[in-house]
């Protein structure tokens, strides 16, 4: 599996590049901003997006989606934050973003292919209501659910530190100890790391 990190915008966000390295198939995971940068990963190897998929609707996520021509997806109790800025928080950060609509609304539970690579669809409420992350053989992209050794915030609007708590427990923790973490923000971790070593949950 082709995983290709690209840290963008002035929230410091990690897009990632996830494809299959025989067909070059690929998805990129919440393009926030400096489509030129994504675009230059894309092109240097040879990829075939197939999708831009958001882990969530926050600004720092959703920036690029509009840059590319693909269709965008999203879990449906995120889908009207790609179209309002106050949902989407862009307006507290002084300017107003609307990306295309959703054209495939992603559900708990859905098997996402690009090539041989698959991604299942967990849905991890929490940090926003629609928050998924996505789940391969051995790393899962956890969107603003999961950081090393952190959480995503769950005082903006919508978030809920009860969701974002059961949903990492449940859904998360149960997952094998080696499980890469790659996370919407900052270095990569595992499941077992956080287990041991995240001070947000007991």
Request: glycine share 12%; charged share 20%; net charge negative.
């Amino acid at each position: 599996m082709i995983i290709e990190t690209i840290v963008v915008g002035m929230m410091e966000t990690n897009c990632y590049i996830v494809g299959d390295e025989s067909t070059k198939e690929a998805f990129i995971i919440d393009p926030g901003s400096d489509y030129k940068k994504i675009k230059n990963i894309i092109d240097k190897g040879g990829l075939k997006p197939q999708a831009v998929i958001n882990t969530h609707g926050h600004g720092d996520h959703i920036g690029a989606n509009n840059n590319f021509d693909l269709p965008v997806w999203i879990h449906g109790a995120d889908a009207e934050f790609l179209q309002d800025p106050s949902k989407n928080l862009s307006g507290a950060l002084g300017f107003l973003l609307k990306t295309k609509a959703a054209s495939r609304i992603l559900k708990e539970g859905e098997v996402l292919t690009a090539g041989r690579v698959k991604l299942e669809v967990m849905h991890t409420p929490g940090h926003t209501p629609g928050s998924i992350c996505l789940k391969g053989d051995s790393a899962i992209f956890t969107g603003d659910t999961l950081f090393c050794e952190g959480i995503g915030r769950t005082d903006l609007a919508y978030g809920s530190e009860e969701d974002i708590l059961s949903s990492i427990k449940e859904k998360l923790f149960i997952l094998p100890d080696d499980y890469a973490v790659y996370p919407g923000h900052g270095p990569c971790s595992t499941i077992g790391h956080e287990k041991h070593n995240n001070p947000f949950i007991s």
